[in-house]
């Protein structure tokens, strides 16, 4: 594997663990701080827009590994009888081709949704620390007089506002099954191809 699509391995499984991290069912006190920080530290700004650049070139080995795929498609079809080391040769060509498309592709795929992961979840500590907020002047008004009307249709909005976020909070679950699945399907291409040549590739997705 070169270097920048080492690199890109690289990045994946850093995309994985950052996702898990922020699905991870922790108290609303610890993750009110840890995206306060991560939303707030000039160092990740500077990270994520370093990000972004390394992105765009992970879309352009994604383009890339498209055309060579496709390009050995055709090549593999047009030609006519061949022997052992051609085929094997041609085999091995096709399988790092969809090897990298797979793995520029899956990356391309996590940023976007770790990016849509975190400002979902980002607006929803902000939500659940404005209804904590009202709770609890509610709670101190309703000692001397009654709730008004405004204050409940606030509390109600901020309710329905909540449950639509956890909502597509657990639709991340579903996310992360389709995650699991795509890097079952970069492995079983790596097992394909060691069956086919006898090697040993270290470069799997755990």
Do not use: W
């Not at 080391?85 to 899956?106: D, P, S």
């Amino acid at each position: 594997m070169t270097v920048y699509y080492t690199l890109t391995f690289f990045l994946m499984v850093a995309e994985m663990a950052t996702f898990c991290l922020l699905v991870l069912p922790l108290p609303f006190a610890v993750r009110k701080k840890m995206f306060k920080f991560l939303n707030e530290n000039v160092l990740v700004a500077k990270l994520a827009y370093g990000l972004k650049i390394a992105f765009i070139f992970v879309g352009i080995l994604f383009v890339d590994a498209v055309q060579r795929m496709l390009r050995l498609q055709g090549d593999g079809q047009g030609e006519g009888t061949r022997d052992v080391r051609t085929e094997t040769n041609v085999a091995a060509r096709k399988f790092y081709a969809q090897r990298n498309m797979y793995l520029t592709g899956f990356t391309l795929f996590l940023s976007i949704i770790l990016t849509r992961t975190f400002f979902i979840l980002l607006d929803l500590v902000h939500i659940e620390e404005e209804y904590s907020k009202l709770k609890k002047a509610t709670a101190n008004n309703s000692k001397s007089a009654i709730v008004s009307q405004e204050q409940t249709k606030q509390i109600d909005e901020l309710k329905a506002r909540i449950a639509a976020l956890q909502s597509k909070e657990r639709d991340f679950d579903t996310l992360k099954k389709q995650a699991d699945q795509q890097a079952a399907e970069y492995n079983r291409l790596a097992d394909k191809y060691n069956e086919a040549t006898g090697q040993i590739s270290d470069k799997r997705v755990d």
